[in-house]
């Protein structure tokens, strides 16, 4: 009798490991490695130190999903110092006949060849991060790029391309491509002297698919004051910025009946950010029955607006209607009042093909730079400008790495796991930020 009950517990015990560890396969979590403001990378491909990028004190702001297309007005920030990222200098380091080795791995992450990389950096506009943001970064180590997954800390100085996709991290020079993880399921390790910072949140963390169309240029929010947006065209360092006012209002378009590609577009351009429910975009071919505000409604540049959708080709997913977020918004439609404050977060906007998480995207050949602007810095109309929706993306040329974190994976460390955070709520404010 005592060894039939000893049996029966044991298979018990057996079955019970079997579905514990059956449910867990799905649920795996992807290592994600801490990389603060200011703390040098351990294999650089640039040596840090020599002034090629200037990082920024930024508190990171809340998000509405954990996913954001690179034309979301007010994703990225600048401001008034003159060079936050120096171009140049990362050129002139690639080319030298020295460092060829280094320039074919740096080239080879991104899928250029050793001559495109002049031509590809003059095509890259230098930005501050506002929030934090996964990305898939690359060390160099014994002649390869080394990749792994990163969190970039806000007020990283980054270098983006034409479609507002992250490609260089400006202080070490490493290339970088999207995370091709699960933003909601994610375990981050601070070592290696990045600690974990101040006000981090896993709910605030996000990451960034490239826009469904080149940009002509980029709609930032000075870090420094929130009230001051930033029109920086593609490819230019500061010295063509134009100026406008955050807290000047916008009207909400008519989103009923279009599709959720079109509706996105529509608010990017009318200076607003498309907000959504869950961890995936909805499908592009979804029909917006529902926006929250509704249309007529103004408000600030780069607050949401949170769009209900149904059908397309996840056929019958909807989208549940949310307030729309930003500092000084009222839920369910109210428009918020004129003494509202600045910097909205704003939430994804643009195209893509749904499903739970970001999906990678491959390295597009550089894109064609936009004639500068000489206009002054001068107080004009923000919204945020943009190409024709009618350009498509630009072909590739090689597939980004996926998967889990490989090459250098961090070591055991101190660690925050992050298990599918919640959008967050309506911002209070503007970043509290001083530039280095």
């Known amino acids: 009798m005592t060894i039939r009950a000893f049996l029966h517990k044991g298979c018990a015990l057996l079955v019970f490991l079997l579905v514990l560890s059956g449910c867990g396969r799905g649920a795996q979590l992807s290592v994600v490695k801490a990389v603060a403001t200011g703390v040098p990378a351990l294999a650089p491909f640039f040596t840090e130190g020599q002034g090629l990028g200037h990082d920024a004190e ?26 936050v990222c120096d171009v140049e200098k990362l050129k002139k380091f690639l080319t030298a006949p020295g460092n060829h ?9 991104l899928g250029i060849r050793t001559e495109e990389i002049p031509d590809y950096l003059d ?9 934090d943001t996964l990305v898939r970064n690359h060390d160099y180590k ?24 992250p490609a260089v991290k400006c202080s070490c020079g490493n290339p970088l491509r999207p995370f091709a993880g699960d933003a ?37 929010v000075d870090v420094d004051d929130p009230d001051r947006g930033i029109r920086r065209p593609v490819g230019t360092a500061g010295t063509d910025d134009t100026a406008f006012d955050t807290r000047e209002r916008h009207t909400v378009p008519d989103l009923v009946g279009a599709d959720f590609a079109k509706a996105s577009r529509l608010l990017s351009d009318a200076g607003l950010a498309a907000a959504y429910d869950g961890q ?10 529902a926006s ?3 249309a007529g409604t103004e408000l600030r540049f780069g607050q949401y607006v949170t769009v209900q959708v149904a059908g397309g080709t996840s056929d019958g997913r909807t989208v549940p209607v949310t307030p729309a977020g930003g500092p000084g918004s009222e839920p369910h439609g109210t428009p918020p009042s004129p003494s509202s404050s600045g910097g909205s977060p704003p939430a994804s906007s643009g195209s893509s093909s749904g499903g739970p998480g970001p999906s990678p995207s491959a390295p597009s050949s550089p894109p064609s730079s936009p004639a500068p602007s000489s206009s002054p810095l001068s107080p004009s109309s923000p919204l945020s400008p943009s190409s024709p929706p009618s350009v498509s993306s630009p072909a590739s040329r090689t ?6 974190t490989s090459g250098s994976a961090p070591p055991p460390g101190d660690s925050v796991t992050s298990a599918g955070p919640a959008a967050s709520g309506p911002a209070t404010g503007g970043p509290t930020a001083s530039a280095t």
């Open 280 to 289: 995936g975009l909805p499908p592009d071919d979804a029909r917006v029955t």
């Open 101 to 109: 080795r280094k320039a074919q791995a740096w080239g080879g992450v």
């Open 292 to 294: 929250d505000p509704p």
């Open 184 to 220: 909601g399921r994610i375990r981050v390790d601070f070592e290696h002297g990045n600690r974990k910072w101040r006000g981090y949140d896993p709910s605030e963390v996000t990451a960034v698919r490239a826009a469904p169309r080149r940009l002509e240029r980029l709609a930032l």
């Open 123 to 131: 095509r890259l506009t230098p930005v501050l991060l506002r929030h």
């Open 142 to 165: 014994k002649g390869n790029a080394a990749p792994f997954n990163s969190l970039l800390q806000a007020g990283i100085a980054i270098l983006v391309d034409a479609q507002g996709q």
């Open 399 to 404: 597939s980004p790495a996926t998967g889990p």
């Open 58 to 83: 930024v508190r990171s702001l809340p998000v509405h999903g954990t996913l954001q297309q690179g034309d979301t007005p007010g994703l990225y920030g600048g401001s008034r110092q003159p060079t």
